[in-house]
């Protein structure tokens, strides 16, 4: 479980994110949405303290912070309690696929080197990279080095997985291959913090839809209450027809 | 040319080669290698803002990268004497070399250490590495990757420069080139023969790059993926 109570972050005096509610039960799929510049992005990193908050509480399991007195001991341990998944891959380029895996595992979560293997091959599997586990990212497509990159989080066994755009940066063609494992992820019951534009997607496999916007939280739900009877004009507006040809699809 | 020339040319190569061999070669690998490792500390000192030391390694590279080597050597071997310090004539060779290598490949690598994407310590330090492991293992690999040609200009710049040593006593190859020319008056030939002997030693290096490059180049062919 993890949850983010009043989350305020402001980049040079402009306030970004204007006290953020945002609750993840275990197991649960969470998707944010809103319109560009909203602060999904910021909001998710603000999580694993790649940004640093300014005010707010971040509850992870057990565990609770207080952003304003958190210490470089509690980032490290937030950090390897989440996984993320970005947006440009960020794979380590002088790394292979399967060293990209192994790495942080060895040196952050101590594993031994067999046993590190043993994981990573058993993840590359898992989303159909075995036979690309020596290559290195720049050898990879966009859409192999993105599973790559899932393959990474996955082998951490975070208590969540963050999710910025994952397949935004994708050719269309391997949009599809990625979110099909994430599905799979979903179904798996990984908890997962998913932002994404991928609308069709985000009712198929979220538990949640919050959709943020001005950096607040303007509406969350099930997928149905958000995305096909949206009450905020701001979500009916972001939203556009999309509510109206969902009556089609689903 | 005549055989007499001939003759000392053959003759002043292996009293030239030799103190090649036991001092240029070894004091180039030495300050070379020392060099490069103060050269990350500083660099990485600098990039992470270290306060207080960050703040002196700049002054030491600024010091070092102003003032002529030269005068450094001069320093270090006939001016720190005064005030006690009596450094063998090796020892302040390498001193000077290698702090000089230090200053200057700093340099180098801290531009090529914040050219490496912040998206890659991001990857690093949000899978749980320390900021520290993601510099050791993931920036500081890369940047070296990409400022190696840089590294081996200093480099061989460095196997020139050990000349200098002879103004400290040093009998390296070019004091025993002015040795020779001493008793043969045969100026010319021999210093285009050991200026010839230094090409080869950064010839060597040249092809050394090459292979370091190729080495460290991780196979960016694009093929085969899909
Ligand atoms: N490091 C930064 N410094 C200054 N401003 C920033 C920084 N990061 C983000 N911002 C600003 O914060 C706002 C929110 O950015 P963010 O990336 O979180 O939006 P987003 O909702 O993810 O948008 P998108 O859908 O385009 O990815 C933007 O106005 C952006 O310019
Ligand atoms: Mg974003």
Redesign the interface.
Known sequence: MIKLQGLYKSFGGKTILNGIDLEVSKGETVAVIGPSGAGKSTALRCINLLEKPDKGRLTIGEDSYDFEKITPKDILKIRQSTAMVFQNFSLYENKTALQNITLPLIKAKKYSKEKAIESALENLKAVGLLDRKDYYPSQLSGGQQQRVGIARALALKPEVILFDEPTSALDPEKVKDVLEIIKRISRERITSVIVTHELEFAMDVADKVVFLADGLVVEEGSPREVLKNPKDPRTLRFLGHFADKLEYVI | MSSRLLDIVIKSLPKILIPGLKYTIPLTLVSFALGLLIAIIVAVTRVMKIKVLSWFFRFYVWVFRGTPMLVQLFIIFYGLPKIGLNIPRIPSAIIAFSLNVGAYASETIRGSVLAVSK??T?????????LW?SIV??VL??AI?NCVPALFNTFISLVKDTSLAANITIEEMFMATQRIVAVTYEPLVLYIEVAFIYLLFSTALSYLQKFAEGRLT?????????
């Open positions: 998206s890659q991001e990857g690093a330090i949000a899978c749980g590495l320390t492991q293992y993931i690999p890369q990757k991780y196979r960016t062919r694009k093929a085969d993926a899909q």
